[in-house]
C-alpha cells in the first residue's frame, strides 16, 4: 500500500485469503479476493463488497424457492435482475411438478455458503463467486457489483 499526493492510500494488485464467519451458525467461510488494477478501494470495503454479493446470492435462492419476494431487493439490485429472478422461479415451479425429489430438498434445506472468489475488476466494479450448497448440491452464483452514485449496486446474479 501506498500514498498518492492527495493522501488517498492505494492498494496495489494483490491478492488476498482471509476465513470470515457468515449465516445464522457463523460457519467458517474461505474468501479469496483478487485485485486486476490499483485503486483507493480498502481491502475491509473488498470484505465487505464479498459478504455482500453473498447475501444476495443466498437470498436469490431464496427468491427462486418462494420464501422472498424479489422487489425486497430492488434497493440493492437492478430491476432487470429482479425480473431474471421472477422469470427463474416461475420455470422451477414448473420443473418441481415433475422432479419431487429435488423440490423436497431445495425447498426444506437451507443455504449454506462454502466458498467465495471476489475480484475488484476496477475502483468501480467488484464480480463475486460464491460456491453453496443446499442439502447435498451445490450450487454456484456470479455476482457484480458496480459502483453508482456512491453506492454499490448488484447489477448482475446468475445461479446455477
Given at each position: 500500500?501506498?500514498?498518492?499526493?492527495?493522501?488517498?492510500?492505494?492498494?496495489?494488485?494483490?491478492?488476498?485469503?482471509r476465513i470470515i464467519e457468515l449465516g445464522?451458525?457463523?460457519?467458517?467461510?474461505?474468501?479469496?479476493?483478487?485485485?486486476?488494477?490499483?485503486?483507493?478501494?480498502?481491502?475491509?470495503?473488498?470484505?465487505?463488497?464479498?459478504?455482500?454479493?453473498?447475501?444476495?446470492?443466498?437470498?436469490?435462492?431464496?427468491?427462486?424457492?418462494?420464501?422472498?419476494?424479489?422487489?425486497?431487493?430492488?434497493?440493492?439490485?437492478?430491476?432487470?435482475?429482479?425480473?431474471?429472478?421472477?422469470?427463474?422461479?416461475?420455470?422451477?415451479?414448473?420443473?418441481?411438478?415433475?422432479?419431487?425429489?429435488?423440490?423436497?430438498?431445495?425447498?426444506?434445506?437451507?443455504?449454506?455458503?462454502?466458498?467465495?472468489?471476489?475480484?475488484?475488476?476496477?475502483?468501480?466494479?467488484?464480480?463475486?463467486?460464491?460456491?453453496?450448497?443446499?442439502?447435498?448440491?451445490?450450487?454456484w452464483a456470479n455476482v457484480i457489483l458496480?459502483?453508482r452514485n456512491e453506492r454499490w449496486v448488484?447489477?448482475?446474479?446468475?445461479?446455477?
Amino acid at each position: 500500500m501506498n500514498e498518492v499526493a492527495t493522501g488517498t492510500k492505494m492498494y496495489g494488485i494483490a491478492s488476498f485469503e482471509r476465513i470470515i464467519e457468515l449465516g445464522v451458525g457463523m460457519l467458517p467461510v474461505p474468501l479469496h479476493l483478487a485485485r486486476c488494477s490499483p485503486s483507493s478501494v480498502s481491502d475491509e470495503l473488498c470484505l465487505g463488497l464479498s459478504v455482500s454479493a453473498c447475501r444476495l446470492a443466498c437470498m436469490a435462492v431464496d427468491v427462486i424457492r418462494g420464501r422472498l419476494d424479489a422487489r425486497l431487493l430492488r434497493k440493492a439490485v437492478d430491476l432487470p435482475v429482479i425480473s431474471k429472478l421472477e422469470m427463474f422461479t416461475l420455470i422451477l415451479d414448473e420443473h418441481w411438478v415433475r422432479s419431487a425429489d429435488i423440490q423436497r430438498e431445495m425447498l426444506r434445506l437451507p443455504v449454506v455458503a462454502r466458498n467465495l472468489h471476489a475480484v475488484l475488476v476496477s475502483p468501480q466494479r467488484v464480480e463475486v463467486l460464491v460456491h453453496m450448497n443446499i442439502g447435498r448440491t451445490q450450487y454456484w452464483a456470479n455476482v457484480i457489483l458496480r459502483l453508482r452514485n456512491e453506492r454499490w449496486v448488484c447489477t448482475m446474479l446468475d445461479l446455477g
